[in-house]
């Protein structure tokens, strides 16, 4: 390829990145602020949080993709760029399934837990963020970091909007050379290291957080006493 072409597809592998963190910030928002909503006393606040997550679970990131960009305009008079509606249709709807990530991981804690904390007449909101969560949050980053990688994923989708993200930037190129094979093999190989980057910084966040839970006691040696009568380590042991 020439230079101008990479060019391209270097800009697309930065607007994904952008459109990657800005909405793996507000999908991660979304979980926790909807996970806990799940496991709150109040059955109004969990009906919110669950109707929320079963409206975003079960439509279509596309579909969403659509109707932010084309319908919301139109219902509402709020035209956003491509960046932005992109941003809000991925966000809210990995969000979605990063909730039953948080409310999973909050409802594994060993309810003893929460008991202590009442014994130590902690309010609610104590009891969450001194107890609950860094216990809990430790168990989301396998199944978080799986669904970041999903989010990278379905960051080409908003390719249908004309946004110049990688997949975009890709089959301009491809149109331009005639050559399927070559880019679309140089893409697969692109969003494979962009995953794997993903995948070992998510890894070494999981090590950072469980060490920080508990670190494994240390070991002690203890010396056993000998029995008695058989004359070890007595002095003198002669007849």
């Known amino acids: 390829m020439t230079s101008g072409l990479w060019e391209l597809v270097l800009k697309g592998i930065w607007t994904t990145v952008q459109l990657l963190v800005f909405s793996s910030l507000l999908a991660a928002a979304a979980a926790f602020v909807a996970g806990v909503a799940r496991t709150h006393r109040l059955w109004i606040v969990r009906f919110l949080a669950g109707l929320y997550t ?48 948080v409310r999973g991981a909050l409802k594994a804690v060993d309810p003893a837990q929460q008991e202590g904390g009442i014994a130590l007449s902690f309010t609610p909101w104590q009891r969450m963020r001194l107890i609950m969560l860094p216990q809990a949050v430790p168990e989301m980053i396998p199944p978080f970091s799986n669904l970041l990688i999903e989010l990278l994923k379905g960051t080409a989708l908003v390719s249908v909007m004309g946004m110049g993200d990688l997949a975009f930037s890709g089959n301009l190129v491809r149109l331009a050379l005639q050559e399927s094979a070559e880019i679309y093999s140089y893409l697969l190989v692109i969003y494979f290291v962009i995953a794997f980057l993903l995948t070992r910084v998510m ?13 494994k006691p240390e070991r002690k040696v203890v010396a056993e006493a000998a029995p008695v009568g058989t004359g070890v380590g007595v002095a003198g042991g002669g007849s």
Do not use: C, D, N
């Open 54 to 101: 079963e409206v975003f679970r079960g439509t279509s990131a596309l579909v969403m993709i659509f109707w932010v960009f084309f319908v919301l305009p139109i219902a509402f008079g709020w035209q956003l760029v491509p960046m932005w509606a992109g941003t809000l249709a991925l966000g809210l709807t990995y969000g979605a399934y990063g909730s039953e990530i």
């Open 203 to 215: 890894r070494g966040l999981e090590k950072k957080l469980k060490a920080g839970v508990g670190k």
